[in-house]
């Protein structure tokens, strides 16, 4: 089988089936009856099982929050799960996000990379196979998400009435394969409110916003401020601080209040430090002010647990894996109020060999001394396939067919949905030399890596799910 000839015969139509699910903006919004986790992601949905029905597979939908495409008969079932959930655009594009342009030789739109695009192209390697009218050995099934970017409710909902496939992979990652994901905890330092000092304070934090979501570093990040005395004092100190730490920002005076701004860098929760956190960024300027007790206390706990690293190692719990590397903790969300208090979102990301119950109940102690609990804990464990399966060989080779490659596979921060098979695996669609917009304003995928990831995926299903190099032992 030509796999790349037979992909580029597919191209005009591969292209506009994918532009017309970028220009959805399936950014996750208020629930509904009928769209638990928003408008946006339902009419993604719907959107993929209906080209589903035109291409005449087989579709279901489930609950209206996730659903599935699927193609042959038989008991065991080859899984590829992928999401058309996207994260906010945020601020920042030279073009309209949800208006997919291609300009040079990219294709430049929210959730082109995350996760629109591959999978679309693991779509396509299951449409034309199907057109090849080549007998499935497997049932052969596209598993569509809709909450992937926030809590999952969408695999929670479907495997809740639908089979688990035996093996399969996400195409939500990169290449050559992740056959490895850490563990991924979210949850929240909730600030105890106590009374306000008898001595009116100098300055009072009247409000602090920042981030979004928990698995994005926050790219901006709001201040609104009471002083009671020497308002240009403080501004200068700010002004200083900005040049101290060429951070950028900006102030105004709006009735009597100090609005200050500071502007950081998004990147993916997975990573934080690859960004910049402006929320942290303006905690260290707060930090230095004469503030009310309850603020003050926010800020240093701020300082002393949360800023400055990234590894776990200021909340104890710094783990380090020979393959999976190390702790990563994300602040994705600030919010303080006077009147309700502060509260951390936290995205922490661990290796495999932490004991993350000890951990957890060890730091739950330790921050109440502070006046915090943590609340709305929430995690998946680490999630791990040997090297040496037949899964990861076959993928891994049908990769090395198409591209001159020879990197092994490896392990993530990040979290796909392939940690919800026992033998699951992300499988592109990165490759070596793409740069990361996950996340990112200006989100682009180059449109030759989309097609090859497409031949790459062909190949791939082709193996397993028409050959049957995988046998049904080795699939289990």
């Known amino acids: 089988m030509d796999y790349k000839a037979l992909v580029e015969s597919y191209k005009e139509n591969l292209m506009e089936d994918l532009f017309g699910l970028l220009e959805i903006e399936s950014v996750k919004g208020e629930p509904s009856k009928d769209a638990p986790v928003g408008t946006g992601p339902k009419c993604a949905l719907d959107y993929m099982l209906e080209i589903g029905r035109r291409d005449g597979f087989s579709t279901l939908d489930v609950k209206n929050i996730a659903g599935h495409i699927e193609a042959g008969e038989g ?165 200083d601080f900005l040049r101290e730490t060429e951070a950028v920002g900006a102030y105004e005076v709006d009735n009597g209040f100090l609005k200050l701004s500071i502007q950081g860098r998004s990147a993916h929760g997975s990573t934080p430090e690859a960004g910049v956190n402006a929320g942290l960024i303006l905690l260290q300027f707060l930090d230095r002010l004469e503030l009310d007790n309850n603020a003050r206390a926010f800020a240093e706990f701020a300082m002393a647990r949360l800023v400055g690293k990234t590894d776990g190692s200021q909340l104890d719990m710094d783990h380090s894996h020979t393959e999976m590397g190390k702790t990563s903790v994300n602040v994705g969300m600030i919010n303080y109020t006077e009147v309700d208090g502060g509260i951390f979102g936290i995205n922490l990301r661990y290796p495999e060999g932490m004991d993350f119950d000890a951990r957890m109940d060890a730091l739950k102690n330790d921050v109440s001394k502070k006046g915090f609990t943590i609340e709305d804990l929430d995690y998946q464990p680490p999630h791990y396939v040997d090297k040496e399966d037949p ?68 190949e791939a299903l082709h193996r397993i799910c028409i050959k049957g190099e995988m046998d049904e032992n080795q699939l289990l």
Not at 200 to 216: Q, T, V, W
Not at 400 to 409: A, C, G, K, L
Not at 425 to 440: C, I, L, S, Y
Request: aromatic fraction near 10%; include cysteine.
């Open 391 to 458: 899964l990861v060989k076959i993928l891994t080779d049908a990769y090395r067919n198409h591209v001159d490659d020879q990197t092994e596979p490896f392990t993530i921060g990040g979290g796909t949905y392939a940690r919800t098979l026992e033998k699951g695996v992300a499988f592109g669609a990165m490759f070596k030399e793409t740069a990361d917009t996950m996340h990112q304003k200006n989100e682009r995928m180059k449109v030759e890596e989309l097609l090859k990831a497409t031949e790459i995926y062909l």
């Open 75 to 239: 008991e065991r079932i080859f899984g590829i799960l992928g999401h058309v959930d996207v994260v906010p655009p945020g601020k920042g594009w030279n073009t309209d996000p949800f208006t997919p342009e291609i300009i040079g030789d990219e294709i430049v739109a929210r959730g082109v990379q995350d996760d629109k695009g591959p999978t679309i192209a693991a779509y396509y390697a299951m449409k034309i196979l199907k057109d090849q009218g080549v007998p499935f050995k497997y049932r052969t099934r596209l598993i569509i998400g809709t909450d992937e970017e926030s809590d999952w409710q969408c695999t929670a909902a479907y495997f809740k009435t639908e089979e688990m496939p035996d093996a399969g992979f996400a195409p939500d990652a990169a290449f050559p394969l992740i056959h490895g994901e850490k563990g991924i905890s979210t949850f929240n330092f909730v600030q105890k409110q106590t009374s306000l000092d008898e001595d009116e304070p100098r300055i009072e934090l009247k409000a602090l916003i920042s981030g979004e979501r928990y698995n994005m570093v926050p790219e901006d990040a709001v201040a609104k401020l009471k002083v009671q005395q020497n308002m240009s004092e403080v501004i200068q100190s700010y002004e």
